[in-house]
C-alpha cells in the first residue's frame, strides 16, 4: 500500500513539474518573441531616421555602443535561453549517466552514479537474454529505416518534381487534395491497415506471417506522395531554362530529371531523406500495433518498452534501457550532425512560394 502511494506521489509530482516547466518554457518563448521583435520595429525606426537625418544633413557617425536598456534585453535574453537549454538537456544528461550506473538497475533518487560501468552497454549486445535480443531489434529498425528512407525519397521527389514541372488537367484539385488529406492523422485508418495486412486478405501480418516487417514497411510508404510540399518548392526555385535547353536537346523528362535536376537538388534530397528514416527509426504506436507476437520481429521502439512495461521490469531493466536509448539515439545524432547544411539548406529552400 505504501509502495502504491509512493508511485502515486511520484507520478503527480511528475506530472506538477512537467506542467510547470512547460509553463515557464511557453513564458520564455512568448518573451523572446515580443523582445525580439520591439528590438527589430525600433531598429526598423532608427534607420528610417538616420537614412532621413542623413538625406537632410551629414552622414552619422555609427557606435557600437548600447544603451543600458538594450544591454538589459540582451541579458534577460540570454538569462531565459540559458534556463531553456539546461531543461531540455538534462533528460540526455540524466539518461547517460543512469547508463552508466553500476551500483543499481533501478531508479533512484539521485543522477550521478556512484559506480560507472558499461557492463549495461555490454549485456545489450551480448545476446545472453532471449527475452530481450536488443541487436536483433535494433537490426530490424535498421533495415526498415533504410528500405523505407529510400523508397519514401524517391516517390516524393518524383511527385514534387512531375507537380512542379508538369501542367495537366487536374493538378491544383490533385494538390488541394492530397493537402486536405494529409491533414488525417494516419491512426485514424488502423483497423482499416490491420485487415488489409491481415490473414484473410494479404497474410502480411498477424499469427504466421512469414516476414510482418514487410507489412510495417507497406504502411510507411504508402501515402508518402502526400509529402510533397517542400520538395516541390525546392524544385520551383530550379529555373525552367535548364529544363527547356534539355528538351531542345532531345532529353526525356526522366533525362532531365535524373541527370540535371537531381544533381542540384542535394539539399532537399538530404532533407528527404532523413526525414523519411528517422520516422520508421522512431515510431512505436502503428509499429507495435502491426508486430505482434514473435519476439524477434519487434522494433526497438516495441523492445525496449516491454523492457520497462512493469514495475518488476524497471528495476531489473531500467540502467539498460537507458542504455538502449543512447545507442540507438547515435545514428540519427550522427547523421544530423554531418548533414545539418543540407538540410537547413534544404528546408529554407522548399519553403519558397513557387
Not at 69 to 89: E, F, P, Q
Not at 119 to 124: A, P
Not at 186 to 199: A, D, S
Amino acid at each position: 500500500m505504501k509502495t502504491l502511494l509512493l508511485l502515486s506521489l511520484s507520478k503527480g509530482a511528475t506530472i506538477a513539474i512537467s506542467i510547470v516547466l512547460g509553463v515557464i518554457i511557453l513564458i520564455a518563448i512568448a518573451a523572446i518573441v515580443y523582445f525580439v521583435l520591439k528590438r527589430r520595429g525600433v531598429v526598423r525606426c532608427r534607420v528610417k531616421m538616420a537614412t532621413a537625418h542623413t538625406l537632410r544633413t551629414k552622414p552619422i557617425i555609427h557606435s557600437n555602443r548600447k544603451s543600458p536598456k538594450n544591454a538589459l534585453v540582451d541579458t534577460g535574453i540570454y538569462i531565459l535561453l540559458a534556463i531553456i537549454s539546461i531543461i531540455w538537456v538534462f533528460p540526455f544528461v540524466y539518461l547517460i549517466f543512469s547508463s552508466l550506473r553500476g551500483e543499481s538497475h533501478g531508479i533512484v533518487e539521485y543522477m550521478i552514479p556512484k559506480q560507472f560501468t558499461l557492463d549495461n552497454y555490454v549485456w545489450l549486445f551480448s545476446g545472453t537474454s532471449s527475452q530481450y535480443p536488443f541487436l536483433r531489434w535494433y537490426l530490424n529498425t535498421l533495415l526498415v529505416s533504410l528500405v523505407v528512407s529510400v523508397i519514401n525519397t524517391m516517390i516524393t521527389l518524383l511527385t514534387a518534381y512531375a507537380l512542379s514541372r508538369m501542367r495537366f488537367n487536374g493538378r491544383k484539385s490533385l494538390m488541394k487534395f492530397m493537402l486536405i488529406l494529409g491533414m488525417f492523422p494516419g491512426f485514424l485508418g488502423m483497423i482499416c491497415i490491420y485487415y488489409l495486412l491481415g490473414p484473410d486478405a494479404l497474410g502480411l501480418i498477424g499469427n504466421g506471417a512469414p516476414f510482418p516487417i514487410a507489412g510495417l514497411m507497406l504502411v510507411y510508404i504508402s501515402g508518402t506522395m502526400m509529402g510533397y510540399y517542400v520538395s516541390k518548392g525546392f524544385f520551383d526555385t530550379i529555373s525552367r531554362s535548364l529544363d527547356e535547353a534539355a528538351m531542345i536537346d532531345g532529353a526525356s523528362r526522366a533525362k532531365i530529371f535524373f541527370s540535371i535536376i537531381l544533381p542540384l537538388s542535394k539539399p532537399i534530397i538530404i532533407q528527404t531523406l532523413l526525414g523519411a528514416f528517422t520516422g520508421p527509426w522512431g515510431d512505436y504506436m502503428m509499429a507495435n500495433y502491426i508486430l505482434r507476437g514473435d519476439v524477434n520481429s519487434k522494433t526497438v521502439a516495441i523492445g525496449m518498452n516491454s523492457m520497462i512495461d512493469t514495475f518488476q521490469n524497471r528495476q531489473e531493466n531500467f540502467t539498460r534501457f537507458c542504455a538502449g536509448g543512447v545507442v540507438v539515439s547515435i545514428l540519427p545524432l550522427v547523421m544530423f550532425f554531418f548533414m545539418q547544411r543540407y538540410y537547413v539548406a534544404g528546408v529554407t529552400g522548399g519553403s519558397v512560394k513557387g
